[in-house]
């Protein structure tokens, strides 16, 4: 069933009726989860198994749920405690999660799976760092070049990804973290991993150049932290995100536009170089 999306949806089949008029599914929360003291909603004990164990189907309207519990403790065979979370998808959507994915790929070593962002494909981290689009034969195209992500952005577009600014910022923060580069985002100044043991006065002036160059308001809490977080903000039909990313040693501000296709447009400042980094 997991050969491609059209086995997969043959497999699931579609929703036979509105959700509101299917009694099992409507008295079921889109979202639930709880610990072994809480049990799932009336209606979850009909859900059948449909070749997985925690793939379930509602008998009488065909919609999916996956049933995921989780255990943790010493005890090996049942933990010392669990948790589960019951959750209704879209067929394609369960295809592109995680879980999904995984069983896709049995043979790999996948290790993260993003949001979904591309109609068609699933970006998939495999091993440490390498980045995959998936398409739904399950044929893996690497992402080692900016060149491959735009051919991706071109034949696939994505989703509405300039729509709302949350999402312009994911999408950027992803992309980054795909784009081959040793560039690594930070989330706070104070991230940087600066040489150990006693700064230097020359070491110490560099360092605070390089804090007073990023033009950023020091924090009240943690008291005097420079924050770094992405950050986003509307042009016309565009979004211009801010990332800040350590280059070797030095520190870069980079401002990402995402359009409205989904192309980016990277622009790189180097604030300070030659910090006194590890
Ligand atoms: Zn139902």
Known sequence: MFESLDA???????????????PICSAIPERSYGDRSEAPAAGFEQLRNIGEDELRQCPTCRRVYLYVETHYGNDIYTGNDSRWQLERHAV???????????RRLPARDVTRVSEAFFPNHALVRLGTNAWFALDTSNRLVTLDTSGAIDKLIDADPPHDVSGDLETAKRYAVQ?????????????YFEYLRFVEGEWTPEQRQTIEAARAATGLVPMTNPVGWLDMRPSAERSGTDVRVRLWVRRGKSLVRRDVTVRPDGHLVRDDVVIASDLPLR
């Open 175 to 187: 992309l980054a973290a795909i784009a081959p580069s040793n560039d690594e985002r930070l989330d």
């Open 92 to 102: 394609d959507v369960v295809w592109g999660l995680e879980w999904g994915v995984t």
């Open 8 to 22: 997969f949806r043959a497999h699931c089949g579609e929703p036979t009726m509105p959700l509101e008029q299917c």
